[in-house]
């Protein structure tokens, strides 16, 4: 959810909240990774050209488990960008910055008693081939909470490519390609790995009237 405000014809403000929810089947899963996570965001943009915004961003993360309490944490995120548009065909966004995460177990799962300090980075490039068909490449690099119990968070890369296609004014079909690479540094109880992870998908729509439309994928 955001709201987004111009106070001058050059400054403007967006304030956002984002929701995640994660829930397992597995009951012993659940007791260590069924959460909520919880984001509030407020970017200063400033108009610098016509094609050209400066952004200054601040963000607050809270993660709350909802059986375990020794794995929350809060996190601050500073972060400086730009949004621009090469073209009416071409734009980038990107952010840049750090990420200050505190954890509730004061170290018990971890060698940096209860802290982490990491770069944060966003970078998405849209670009329209054609009338009709439409290109999209994001990039995300953050901490990420874990998906196994003995370790609690993960430096995680996301990247992907996603290609939009209007075939008939009713018909779209959509092809993605990502990859991730999550990178665990281990503690005293379970040594650091890596690993990756690569997704394809394919969906099409069919819109049967303007309200109402068929997906599959």
């Given at each position: 959810?955001?709201?987004?405000?111009?106070?001058?014809?050059?400054?403007?403000?967006?304030?956002?909240?984002?929701?995640?929810?994660?829930?397992?089947?597995?009951?012993?899963?659940s007791?260590?990774?069924?959460?909520?996570?919880?984001?509030?965001?407020?970017?200063?943009?400033?108009?610098?050209l016509?094609?050209?915004?400066?952004?200054a961003?601040?963000?607050?993360?809270?993660?709350?488990?909802?059986?375990?309490?020794g794995?929350d944490?809060?996190?601050?995120?500073?972060?400086?960008?730009?949004?621009?548009?090469?073209?009416?065909?071409?734009?980038l966004?990107?952010?840049?910055?750090?990420?200050?995460?505190?954890?509730?177990?004061?170290?018990a799962?971890?060698?940096?008693?209860?802290?982490?300090?990491?770069?944060y980075?966003e970078?998405?490039?849209?670009?329209?081939i054609?009338?009709?068909?439409?290109?999209?490449w994001?990039?995300?690099?953050?901490?990420?909470?874990?998906?196994?119990?003995e370790?609690?968070?993960?430096?995680?890369?996301?990247?992907?490519?996603?290609?939009r296609?209007?075939?008939?004014?009713?018909?779209t079909?959509?092809?993605?390609?990502?990859y991730?690479?999550?990178n665990?540094?281990?503690?005293?109880?379970?040594?650091?790995?890596?690993?990756?992870?690569?997704?394809?998908?394919?969906?099409?729509?069919?819109?049967?009237?303007?309200?109402?439309?068929?997906?599959?994928?």
């Amino acid at each position: 959810f955001s709201l987004g405000y111009s106070w001058t014809p050059r400054f403007s403000t967006v304030t956002s909240y984002t929701l995640g929810y994660t829930n397992y089947d597995d009951d012993i899963v659940s007791v260590f990774e069924d959460r909520f996570e919880h984001t509030i965001g407020n970017e200063f943009r400033f108009l610098v050209l016509p094609t050209t915004t400066a952004v200054a961003e601040y963000r607050f993360g809270a993660v709350n488990y909802i059986e375990t309490d020794g794995r929350d944490s809060t996190s601050n995120y500073f972060l400086l960008g730009v949004d621009h548009s090469f073209s009416p065909r071409l734009n980038l966004s990107v952010r840049g910055g750090v990420e200050l995460r505190s954890y509730d177990d004061n170290g018990a799962f971890g060698a940096n008693g209860g802290d982490q300090t990491s770069p944060y980075g966003e970078l998405t490039v849209n670009y329209a081939i054609a009338q009709n068909t439409s290109i999209s490449w994001t990039n995300r690099y953050s901490i990420e909470q874990s998906d196994i119990p003995e370790l609690i968070s993960r430096q995680t890369y996301r990247t992907a490519v996603s290609i939009r296609h209007n075939f008939t004014s009713r018909i779209t079909a959509g092809l993605n390609f990502a990859y991730q690479n999550d990178n665990y540094d281990g503690n005293n109880v379970t040594p650091g790995f890596n690993e990756d992870s690569f997704d394809i998908s394919l969906s099409v729509r069919y819109a049967v009237t303007r309200n109402f439309a068929l997906d599959a994928g």
